[in-house]
């Protein structure tokens, strides 16, 4: 048994498909072959090959996910989208410092990038605008948690006092409620209790999306781990016990996990 020899797309134009593929992955022109209405290029020893749909027996998109080995996973991120490749799921953290995604072709075929991650901003989905995902599942899949460095407390001080390094803030009927790291409540003698890590879901979630939070919430309390949430604009933020913030990110990633091999 060896490495994988080849990978075969079934398309209605394999021609077209063919020549968007030897572009993508930067073959040459000349590099592009054809035998009949079957075209094929080699890129390092593996054949990528393109063959006409057959409506029943090799049905358009109907293969297994082949995962395309990158270097930078958020530069081939941003190359699919920029050749009209569609986030079909995904990012999913696998290993420390390896994510892969995956993505639709043009052609309705899915591939897979798996890849080193870096500073990786969301894909866009939709020229400059990142659009916020509603469906659950397709939230829990691309959930994509990254645990922030450093230790947050919640402070509470009257309405007119004003409190520096605040990264989140709350007004309620008693005063304000601050977020901050630790050191800048330490720096301000603030009192406090909760010492909290800071888990960022990087999923672009929709204000109107519906049952997130308490799929988080419900996945880490059988965990025995309390979760105080924060909604943004783009992104739901966790703020868990800082003693158990490498479990609490093991429990978020299982869901993704459960959600991808439970289609």
Do not use: K
């Not at 402070?155 to 803030?169: I, L, R, Y």
């Not at 880490?220 to 609490?248: K, M, Y």
């Amino acid at each position: 048994m060896s490495v994988v020899r080849s990978v075969m797309y079934f398309v209605e134009q394999p021609d077209v498909a063919a020549a968007w593929w030897a572009e993508f992955l930067g073959v040459p022109a000349d590099h592009l072959l054809r035998d009949d209405s079957f075209f094929y290029f080699d890129v390092e020893g593996v054949e990528f090959g393109f063959h006409l749909a057959d409506p029943e027996l090799n049905p358009r998109g109907a293969s297994s996910v082949v995962y395309l080995r990158v270097g930078d996973h958020a530069a081939a991120v941003a190359r699919s989208t920029s050749h009209g490749a569609r986030l079909h799921r995904g990012p999913l953290d696998v290993d420390e410092g390896r994510v892969i995604a995956q993505f639709l072709d043009p052609f309705g075929n899915v591939f897979g990038l798996d890849g080193s991650r870096g500073d990786e901003p969301p894909a866009t989905l939709d020229g400059d605008v990142v659009l916020g995902v509603v469906e659950l599942h397709e939230l829990l899949e691309s959930l994509d948690p990254v645990l922030l460095d450093g230790e947050f407390v919640f402070v509470s001080t009257p309405p007119s006092e004003f409190v520096e390094g605040a990264v989140a803030m709350v007004q309620e009927v008693e005063g304000l409620t601050f977020v901050l790291r630790r050191e800048d409540a330490d720096r301000q003698s603030f009192e406090y209790e909760f010492v909290a890590a800071w888990i960022t879901l990087r999923v672009t979630s929709a204000l109107d999306g519906v049952g997130l939070t308490a799929a988080v919430s419900t996945a880490l309390a059988r965990a025995g781990i309390s979760c105080n949430v924060l909604a943004g604009f783009h992104h739901d933020h966790l703020l868990v016990p800082f003693t158990r913030r490498d479990e609490a990110l093991l429990v978020v990633r299982e869901l993704t996990r459960a959600s991808l091999y439970t289609q």
